[in-house]
Structures are given as C-alpha cells and as structure tokens.
C-alpha cells in the first residue's frame, strides 16, 4: 500500500523557520517526481515545490523561491521541504505529493504550518 | 503563469442528478488537464487526467470532456458520497503547476 506521511509542522513565529519530511513507503520512492502542494485553511490547492528523482532538478512558485528548499533523500524514501522567513501567507496544510505525468496520483495527509507571534 | 477558473463555485443538486462542473484556462492546455475531489478532512484524490482518462479506481459516472481552453467534469448521476470539492489542474506550461479555484458539490 503506498502511504506517504508528513510531519514537522509547527506553530513558528514570522520569520522563523521549519523543516517538513514526508516519509513513503509501498513504492520505489526514486522512481517518482515529488511535489508539495499547500492549502491554507478553507482556502484551495497551491503547487510549492517540485523536485526530479535524483534531486538535480527542483523548481519553486515564484512566492516561495529564495526561501524554501526542496530535497529528496532516496535511500530513506523521505522527501524534505525546508522554509526559511516564514510569513503569514506561508500557513497552510502542506501535502507530499507523488507525481505521475506531472499530475499527483498519490497525497499524504498533510502537515499544518502555523505563522503567528 | 496558466490560471484556470472554475464555475460555478457551488453546485446545489440531489442525489441522482447530472453535475456539470466547469474548468476554464488562460491560454490552451491541450487536453493536460486533471480533475481531483476533495472531501473535508481529507486529501484530494485524482479523478481524471488527460482531460478524459479515469484514474484507477474512479466510477465510470465520472467522465471528462474537453481540449484547448474550455473543459467539462460531469458526474452522470451524483451518489451521496460526491457531494465535495473539485479542482482542475494543468500540466502543459509549468512551473508552476497550477489549480482552479475549485468548485462545491452540495446537497440540495
């Protein structure tokens, strides 16, 4: 059964910083692109990150690039996404999302990242 | 950036009618056009790709339609668990991949 699970969300104040992992399992995890998607509470689905299956690649949206860092360690399955000057428009639930033609056939459940003093 | 808008934003039918979700983009996709459903609390799940593919799994009351700018998710006949969220999403000019506002199915 594929199963993608993310943690290291966390309440962090403007301008902290936080380092989300996403752990899968049930698939060849270096086979697959990987993205994060966040959505803030009530609001829609908003691509962050992607990343290739070696790491060599990795593109941002233009509201997260120069703060976030998308990385990918295949010996452990684990995809990483690491954010830099948090803001409050930066509060959402972050999903791990696998990629299949550059859509998302799988999603993990999500991590919550709250931005607040 | 290809923004995709979705209409209407809420969708008000029984169980047993037709939904006609709509999906528009800024400038073509081709057919690289996705359709997911998202029930609260949970993640979204992929319905349809390549605008008319039905992902594994997904009932054959879900179809898609559509090519260039313009596309449709028709549900032929809602059952109680469709009543939920739907997005669109593009691939063909990315970064950054992008998504529709959504659109609420909801119980009559």
């Known amino acids: 059964e594929v199963q993608m699970v993310e943690s290291g969300g966390d309440l962090v104040q403007p301008g902290g910083s936080l380092r989300l992992s996403c752990a899968a399992s049930g698939f060849t995890f270096s086979s697959y692109w990987m993205h994060w998607v966040r959505q803030a509470p009530g609001k829609g689905l908003v691509w962050v990150s992607h990343?290739?299956?070696?790491?060599?690649?990795?593109t941002y949206a233009d509201s997260v690039k120069g703060r976030f860092t998308i990385s990918r360690d295949n010996a452990k399955s684990t995809l990483y996404l690491e954010m830099n000057s948090l803001r409050g428009d930066d509060a959402a639930l972050y999903y791990c999302a696998r990629s299949r033609g550059d859509y998302v056939d799988q999603w993990g459940q999500g991590t919550l990242v709250t931005v607040s003093s | 950036e290809i923004v995709l808008t979705q209409s209407p934003a809420t969708l008000s039918l029984s169980p047993g009618e037709r939904a006609t979700l709509s999906c528009r983009a800024s400038?073509?996709?081709?057919?690289?056009l996705a359709w997911y459903q998202q029930k609260p609390g949970q993640a979204p799940r992929l319905l349809i790709y390549?605008?008319?593919n039905r992902a594994t799994g997904i009932p054959a009351r879900f179809s898609g339609s559509g090519s260039g700018t313009d596309f449709t998710l028709t549900i032929s006949s809602l059952e109680p668990e469709d009543f939920a969220v739907y997005y669109c999403q593009q691939r063909t000019n990315w970064p950054p991949l992008t998504f529709g506002g959504g659109t609420k199915v909801e119980i009559k």
């Open positions: 400038q073509s996709v081709t057919r690289y």
């Open positions: 390549d605008t008319s």
């Open positions: 990343i290739n299956f070696d790491g060599t690649i990795r």
